[in-house]
């Protein structure tokens, strides 16, 4: 949000606020003004959105220090928010298997997840396919990740196929 301040701003009536938080009503630009230089405050612009624009006498520099403020908590708290609270976007971890997987393979991948799952973080498992032939393997290989993993971790989507093999998201338990 783009803060204006004193002869920033352009409106030839504001709509404005006291010291105090008290309605002062509409009144000049100049007038409103003045009344910040009497007060030693600055006059800031709180929205562009009414006409007149609601105004408010601040001290100086609390103005700018509480954009910048906002602003930051803003990109914090950017769009796509998804873990408690914490600002951070969930960071997924994605495995990939092939249909025909040796044991050896299988059992270190599944170390993996199951050292994610425990550790909090969720685990999307893909099990790659490279025909139609072997979808039912891929979907056989996703069944015996997710049985082996129930302890660590709990199914958030169901078991998603296509034709180019089969996948299922997990959380920590």
């Given at each position: 949000m783009a803060v204006l301040l004193n002869e920033q701003i352009r409106a030839s009536e504001v709509v404005l606020t006291g010291l105090r938080?008290?309605?002062?009503?509409?009144?000049s630009r100049?007038?409103?003004?003045?009344m910040a230089k009497a007060a030693g405050a600055d006059l800031v612009c709180t929205s562009l959105m009414s006409s007149p624009p609601p105004c408010s006498l601040m001290a100086k520099g609390k103005a700018k220090a509480?954009?910048?403020k906002e602003t930051a908590t803003g990109r914090k708290s950017g769009?796509?928010?998804?873990?408690g609270g914490n600002g951070k976007k969930e960071k997924v971890k994605e495995l990939r298997f092939t249909a025909h997987i040796e044991?050896?393979?299988?059992?270190?991948?599944l170390r993996q997840a199951d050292?994610?799952?425990r550790s909090g973080k969720p685990v999307q498992l893909v099990v790659k396919a490279s025909g139609a032939k072997e979808a039912a393997a891929a979907k056989a290989v996703i069944e015996r990740l997710v049985a082996d993993l129930k302890?660590?971790?709990?199914?958030?989507?169901?078991?998603?196929?296509?034709?180019k093999g089969s996948q299922v998201k997990l959380n920590p338990r």
């Open positions: 938080g008290e309605q002062l009503g509409v009144v100049t007038e409103a003004l003045a509480a954009a910048q769009a796509g928010q998804q873990s044991e050896h393979d299988y059992d270190t991948k050292k994610h799952l302890e660590a971790g709990g199914k958030d989507t169901g078991i998603q196929s296509g034709g």
